[in-house]
């Protein structure tokens, strides 16, 4: 079994995660949707194959899912797989009534 493979087997994206399209624009902003958005200084990028990025390497255009921190900026992101992309998102949990 090759790297890439073993590292896909670990690979867990919360599933209140958002999905998105990503494109990096400059330093800590990216585009999400086209909406300029900004990075948390201590964000996490994994790319498809699970392996950590620094925020240049996302491809344009990226399908992935996101999630936000206490100050609304992006702290973690996950460029999603083919697969990823095209399987079903998950409900997002409501909160309790």
């Keep these: 079994m090759n ?25 800590l902003r990216v585009a999400v949707n086209g909406v300029p958005t900004q990075l948390s200084a201590s964000v996490r990028i994994w790319n498809a194959d699970n392996l950590f990025i620094v925020p240049t390497a996302i491809p344009p255009g990226s399908v992935v899912r996101y999630s936000l921190d206490a100050n609304r900026q992006i702290d973690r992101i996950w460029v999603l797989t083919r697969a990823e992309i095209e399987r079903a998102d998950p ?3 409501q909160a309790p009534r």
């Design 3 to 27: 790297f890439s493979a073993l590292a896909q087997l670990a690979r867990s994206i919360p599933a209140e995660a958002v999905r998105g399209a990503v494109t990096h624009l400059t330093e």
């Design 91 to 93: 409900p997002i949990p």
